[in-house]
């Protein structure tokens, strides 16, 4: 599904990616971690069509991301820390607002639906900024799917959360997963990556340095390998749980 | 077809948003109300007929309210990303331009509308003639389609709100010279003949800085 | 590899010869004029900086759609540094304009008199902007696109500008129509001389700009690199 071959990408002379590889399967759940400044979310949004790439071929199904952008994202689902969400629009509101740009067939049915999902029903005519961080957080995941897309970018969607929204969000993810549908997150959290994906990479200074199976690895041992690859960056601000 | 409809909807969703605040408005109302007075204290006391100064102070309060609206219209969308919501659809670049643009043009016609009758009022001055009309509604053209380019940029950068006018007042002045000379022609009297050549001018910089934010404007979003 | 092209070198010595030659040119060969006398001499150097300004003007336009269809860094610096020259050129033509016309029209800045002296106060202010948003915008990236966009828009509108106010200005007595007729021929090449010895001088000033710019980039490179690895 996704193909990317000497990813580079730098802002001005500073660089975020020095030369990615990386193949993901369709159905695959593949997990990126990786100390801050290491290129994840550089990486996520060129994914995403927000950035583009200064060199190296990406591709989502064989289509060139600068050249097909505009088919690619409308099978494309993003969700990072930040909601997205309109504070002065009601919650209904926002995901109509983002349903009608994607051209959603049958809208109000398909936001009922969701809100059921993500358990916003009752809040359905508050204002967006009335929600706590969780609720907000639940339905930014549900903006992010109102166009029912194959593929989900999720950037650090645990920053911020406190453990009942964090174990509702992942709750939600299985849910998504279980429509087949591809999943490429990032987190610092080693023991979440590894319980919910089915690959694990490890990216440092812009390169992918480690790559495996979560299936052979014990949490013991991926903790191992990311000190292992990361103690000596010294980018790396935050000690993984 | 699918630009317009994905314009629409985005203004759509910030007539929304400010129907419920009400920010723009209510605070456009009083800023307008202010400089009027300021205008007419600071001049008042040496021009015994402060009607001569209309057209001035009208062009001068429009650039004004017009720049704080383009500002806060911008930063709404590009404060905490929003505007990343925008680029992520499958919609083209152009689309989200033109609908922040037709808002900026739909709000700032709004203000205009409320602040015209305080002005014939205030100045014992008709000025809903048609080509008074006519060179305000050319005039904001223009303003809101480079000024939705420019306030985009000042947005992303630090210090936005003294970024704004002075990247945007320096390119404008070809419309505040030309508004200002049709607007003072009317109340003089000026015949059409006289006057053509400023809407003709005001026109033409409606298109060229038209065609030219459209064509600029995904490399002001796109990373 | 970069710095053998951003050197100036023989450039350097030609444009050196050749300002000195146009200022024996200007003092020396061309006849004093009649009605102005000497102090019309400076014409040659204000309208050559006029011109120059522009023209860097123009470069950053150029340089901007350049930079925007290669996304290379190299156009951002050549119009950042073009937009450098040309706000000392353009602040060096409303300088000697001052001093030109103090003792012609009794004025420093004649405004009402002088549509052009509008411009190109208009057009130091857009480019002031220009450096302005350059300073604003953090990323260096970022920073370049939108000095990029901004230097279309603002070359863009400057003829518009210009129209407008010589229409605006139209209504006011023209007082002085046009400046630069009845040129014998001696001050005709001298005026050409000087524009090409400034034309000259723009691409030295121009090169080595540019090479101060690539400098402090690899700078930056070698101290990341000490730092980090």
């Known amino acids: ?241 | 077809m699918n630009t317009i409809r994905s314009a629409l909807t985005i203004v759509w969703k910030d007539m929304i948003t400010e129907w419920r605040t009400k920010e723009m408005f209510s605070s456009m109302f009083v800023f307008i109300l202010l400089v009027i007075v300021i205008f007419k204290f600071s001049f008042d006391l040496r021009i015994s007929n402060a009607a001569l100064l209309v057209p001035g102070i009208l062009w001068a309060a429009l650039t004004f309210a017009g720049t704080l609206q383009l500002g806060r219209a911008a930063s709404l969308e590009v404060e905490d990303a929003h505007v990343d919501g925008l680029l992520l659809a499958p919609v083209p670049r152009s689309a989200i331009y033109v609908g922040k643009a037709l808002g900026n043009l739909v709000f700032m016609s709004i203000t205009e509308l409320i602040m015209l009758p305080i002005f014939s009022a205030l100045f014992n001055l008709n000025l809903f003639q048609p080509l008074i009309l006519l060179a305000i509604f050319l005039g904001t053209v223009g303003f809101a389609s480079v000024g939705t380019l420019l306030s985009t940029m000042a947005a992303y950068s630090r210090a936005r709100e003294v970024m704004l006018p002075v990247l945007l007042f320096p390119i404008v002045l070809p419309i505040v010279i030309a508004a200002v000379k049709l607007t003072a022609g009317v109340i003089d009297g000026g015949t059409w003949q006289e006057l053509a050549v400023w809407v003709r001018f005001l026109i033409a910089f409606d298109i060229i800085f038209l065609a030219i934010s459209l064509m600029t404007f995904r490399f002001v979003v796109e990373g | 590899m970069m710095k053998s092209i951003w050197k100036a070198g023989p450039l350097l010595w030609l444009s050196a010869l050749m300002i000195i030659t146009a200022l024996c040119l200007v003092f020396l060969y061309a006849p004093t004029e009649r009605t102005m006398g000497d102090v019309q001499r400076i014409f040659y150097f204000h309208v050559s900086s006029a011109w120059v300004g522009f023209f860097a003007f123009f470069v950053t336009f150029f340089a901007g759609i350049a930079y925007l269809r290669t996304k290379k860094r190299l156009w951002d610096i050549v119009g950042h540094s073009s937009s450098e020259i040309g706000i000392v050129f353009t602040s060096m033509a409303v300088l000697t304009g001052s001093i030109w016309a103090k003792p012609t029209w009794n004025a420093w800045y004649p405004w009402e008199q002088e549509p052009r002296l509008i411009l190109v106060s208009i057009l130091l202010l857009i480019y002031f902007a220009y450096h302005m948003l350059r300073a604003f915008v953090r990323e260096s990236e970022q920073r370049a696109r939108f000095a990029a966009v901004y230097g279309i828009v603002a070359f863009v509108g400057v003829p518009l500008t210009f129209m407008s106010i010589r229409w605006w200005q139209s209504l006011h007595p023209v007082v002085f129509a046009s400046k630069g007729s009845g040129l014998t021929p001696p001050m005709l090449w001298t005026f050409l001389f000087c524009l090409l010895s400034f034309t000259i001088l723009y691409f030295v000033f121009l090169i080595q700009r540019c090479r101060l710019s690539i400098l402090a980039d690899q700078v930056e490179d070698l101290k990341r690199r000490v730092l980090h690895e």
Not at chain 1, 146 to 173: F, I, N, R, T
Request: net charge neutral.
């Open chain 1, 1 to 241: 599904m996704i193909h990317v071959r000497g990813l580079t990408r730098f802002y001005g002379p500073i660089y975020a990616l020095r030369g990615v590889d990386l193949d993901v399967e369709a159905g695959e759940s593949v997990t990126i971690l990786g100390p801050n400044g290491a290129g994840k979310t550089t990486l996520l949004r060129i994914l995403a069509t927000l950035l583009n790439p200064s060199s190296g071929e990406a591709q989502i199904d064989g289509k060139d991301l600068s050249t097909s952008s505009y088919d690619i994202r409308a099978r494309l689902g993003f969700a990072s820390h930040r909601s997205l969400i309109y504070d002065n629009l009601t919650v209904e509101e926002n995901l109509i607002f983002y349903g009608k740009l994607y051209r959603v067939p049958g809208l109000a049915a398909r936001t009922e639906d969701l809100l059921r999902t993500v358990g916003l029903l009752s809040r359905r005519r508050s204002r967006a900024g009335t929600l706590s961080r969780g609720m907000l957080q639940r339905l930014s995941l549900a903006r992010a799917i109102v166009h029912k897309p194959d593929l989900m970018l999720l950037d650090e969607p645990y920053a911020g959360l406190d453990q009942e929204s964090a174990e509702m969000l992942e709750v939600l993810l299985d849910a998504v997963r279980g429509e087949a549908r591809t999943v490429v997150m990032t987190t610092h959290n080693l023991e979440r990556g590894l319980g919910r994906s089915d690959r694990m990479v490890i990216l440092t200074k812009g390169r992918v340095v480690f790559e495996a199976p979560s299936s052979s690895l014990t949490l013991q041992q991926l903790r191992e390998s990311y000190w292992e690859h990361c103690r000596q960056d010294s980018g790396a601000e935050e000690v993984p749980s």
